[in-house]
């Protein structure tokens, strides 16, 4: 392999890790093994630090190839808990808000989520990585400032029940670059007339890339170990 003439590489990104770790991870064994100080290496579509799955890490020249496959459609599984909601929309900070529940059945949850495929739009959570004039909206949200965030326009091409046991649902979803789960989550718990949060999220498929075929970065020391 040709680390410097560039090579792609799949990842499946542990719980815990932000993305920044499984790049930087990759980059320092990557370049011990071929004794070299520096090497580009770029990923091509931020986890979350809670959400685990298919990472694209790319070296060398092929860093050139991020774009195309941040382009590509990526399926997600979603655990996601209805009643109650977060300020991120996840687990990264505390329940700020309880909802009705009692009112949901599954049918109802059933044809919510049809109302959810196609084209639509989406306002992406003030904890997030979006830029408000010149500056991350996480940071002006962590300073306890109010976050105005337009509606983006993106595809859901497939989302699917997998289990209601409530107050959790999971839903598979096959969507676009630029949605966000957790803003899903969030329109999701409103138009069921109640509230709800992102419990668990793992990238199941970006493009043709699925998660069974990803390297476990805490494997990649001895992975590497035996690359030519």
Not at 42 to 52: C, E, Q, R, V
Not at 182 to 196: M, P, V
């Amino acid at each position: 392999m040709d680390f410097k003439e560039g090579e792609i590489l799949y990842f499946d990104k542990p719980l815990g890790w932000t993305s920044f770790k499984v790049v930087g991870h990759a980059r320092y064994h990557i370049c011990r093994h071929i004794g070299e100080k520096k090497l580009k290496v770029g990923h091509a579509g931020t986890l979350d630090p809670l959400a685990t799955g298919v990472m694209i890490v790319c070296t060398g020249k092929a860093t050139k190839r991020i774009e195309e496959f941040q382009g590509h459609t990526k399926e997600y599984v979603a655990t996601i808990r209805l009643g109650a909601t977060t300020p991120s929309f996840d687990l990264e900070h505390e329940i700020d808000a309880t909802y009705p529940t009692e009112h949901i059945t599954q049918e109802m949850v059933e044809e919510t989520l049809k109302r959810f495929v196609g084209c639509i739009e989406q306002v992406p959570p003030a904890f997030s990585a979006c830029m408000v004039n010149g500056k991350r909206a996480y940071d002006l949200a962590r300073k306890g400032q109010e976050v105005e965030l337009k509606a983006k326009t993106l595809v859901i091409d497939e989302i699917e029940l997998l289990e209601y046991a409530m107050p959790d649902i999971k839903v598979r979803v096959v969507c676009s670059k630029g949605t966000y789960i957790r803003a899903l989550a969030r329109d999701i718990g409103q138009a069921l007339q109640s509230g709800a949060h992102l419990i668990a999220l793992r990238r199941t498929r970006v493009g043709d890339v699925r998660v069974e075929q990803c390297l476990n970065p805490l494997e990649f020391k001895e992975w590497i170990a035996n690359v030519e």
